[in-house]
């Protein structure tokens, strides 16, 4: 049936919701950009934060003589510095990852569309026919799926730690926190890792579902083609664009022609004979109007003759026709402005 959406959406089907914020993109390639981000962080930042608490730690010795209220002040005051050169560069990492996750999948989009307020949103029947739907239960599944995932990454990691977390009692500070830190990484990077995996695979499922969301039946695609063929600016664009188009072939070739015909203003007809190519003179370009005075300033640009000759011009205009032979009859006067060319040329 016609009223079946089985016809994939139309590229203006896909500007317009686009313009409406409705776009294919997945949560969790942001996500996962992000706990790479944050491992990288982790990974190269790790022993500038082992320096930063150590200093805090012996700075904190320092305070035991003095007054209560002193030594708080002065304890918040460093403890508060260290907390922001620990969190902001993981905070700019993770900023900038969740950035690029975004403009990857959806490029600069700014849309207001979706914040407009709608009696449709308050809908209870829409917003249970929203909460059941197959998407929201897609949703609940890679949900669970990744909380399953994520604890079975992080079993793996203490299991394999166990003997060290075991014998880290015993060790020295350095080495301690530098187990911490294998630890702490190994768990951020196999959860990079799994936040990858799942994201590839929901972005590709988003896809489907928006494409399957904006699905078109044929009479909403021949509704949609007669609204485009009949919106006068469109029209308009489209003829103007056919009109440069047209207007640049004919200036391409009048550079490449031996004359030009003009009557002297109206219209303007290129003539191109090459000997031992063409057997006969070739009309190349003919204009009239705006057209016919640029060929004219392009011929005058590119040194190419230009005669005028009112009746041989309106006989190529009306019996010839671009990029056939002239007309037989015109043979002998297109013969004789073909020598005037020739002295014309030579005299040079």
């Known amino acids: 049936m016609s009223g079946e959406k089985t016809e994939p959406p139309s590229p203006k089907r896909l500007r317009d919701a686009r313009q409406k914020g409705q776009v294919a993109k997945s949560q969790e390639v942001s996500s996962a950009l992000v706990v790479l981000a944050v491992a990288v962080a982790v990974g190269v930042g ?3 934060a082992l320096d930063c608490l150590k200093t805090l730690l012996v700075r904190s010795t320092g305070v035991f003589g003095l007054p209560f209220d002193l030594g708080l002040r002065i304890m918040l005051r460093e403890s508060v510095l260290a907390l922001l050169v620990l969190s902001l560069p993981v905070v700019f990492f993770a900023a900038v990852a969740g950035t690029v996750g975004h403009v990857l999948q959806t490029g600069f989009l700014f849309a207001i569309e979706p914040a407009k307020p709608s009696l449709e949103k308050l809908n209870p029947k829409q917003w249970f026919k929203k909460v059941f739907s197959m998407k929201n239960l897609m949703e609940f599944a890679k949900s669970a799926l990744k909380v ?12 394999d730690a166990t003997p060290t977390l075991v014998l880290m009692p015993y060790a020295e500070l350095n080495v301690a926190l530098g187990c911490l830190g294998t630890m702490t990484y190994e768990m ?8 990858v995996a799942i994201a590839v695979g929901d972005y590709f499922l988003q896809r489907h579902f928006f494409m399957k969301e904006n699905m078109m039946s044929k009479d909403e695609l021949k509704q949609e083609y007669k609204e485009m063929e009949g919106d006068p600016q469109i029209k308009g ?5 056919h009109q440069e188009m047209a207007m640049s072939d004919q200036v391409a070739e009048v550079r490449r022609s031996n004359v030009l015909i003009t009557n ?11 000997k031992g190519e063409t057997p006969l003179p070739v009309i190349a370009a003919r204009g009239e109007g705006a057209l016919a005075r640029r060929m004219m300033e392009v011929a005058e640009e ?3 003759p230009i005669m005028r000759n009112v009746p041989l011009a309106h006989d190529l ?3 010839g026709r671009v990029s056939e032979y002239i007309p037989s009859e015109l043979i002998e006067p297109v013969a004789e402005v073909l020598r005037w060319v020739q002295e014309v ?4």
């Open 345 to 348: 040329t030579r005299g040079r």
């Open 148 to 159: 399953s995932v994520i604890g079975l990454v992080l079993w793996k990691v203490f299991r």
């Open 46 to 48: 790790w022993n500038v």
């Open 237 to 241: 664009q489209r003829r103007h664009l």
């Open 302 to 304: 590119e040194g190419i």
């Open 264 to 274: 002297p203003t109206h219209i303007a007809i290129a003539l191109r004979y090459r």
């Open 317 to 319: 205009w009306e019996q």
């Open 188 to 195: 951020m990077k196999w959860c990079g890792v799994t936040f």
